[in-house]
């Protein structure tokens, strides 16, 4: 069961965002997306809910 909200890594004007579900503001913006799911990966572990990775 998801608790928390999904984090999304998706492209952003200055790279690439870490964003939780229905949140205006991105919780990370880096310049890879590599970097992006490193840093979305850990947010689900504290928060119970999933990781979505768009685009490549």
């Given at each position: 069961m998801?608790?928390?909200?999904?984090?999304?890594?998706?492209?952003?004007?200055?790279?690439?965002?870490?964003?939780?579900?229905?949140?205006?503001?991105?919780?990370?913006?880096?310049?890879?997306?590599?970097?992006?799911?490193?840093?979305?990966?850990?947010?689900?572990?504290?928060?119970?809910?999933?990781?979505?990775?768009?685009?490549?």
């Amino acid at each position: 069961m998801v608790k928390g909200k999904n984090q999304h890594v998706a492209k952003h004007s200055e790279g690439w965002q870490v964003k939780g579900s229905g949140n205006s503001k991105a919780t990370a913006v880096t310049n890879t997306q590599a970097e992006a799911i490193k840093i979305a990966r850990e947010i689900p572990k504290n928060q119970q809910s999933e990781l979505i990775i768009h685009g490549t």
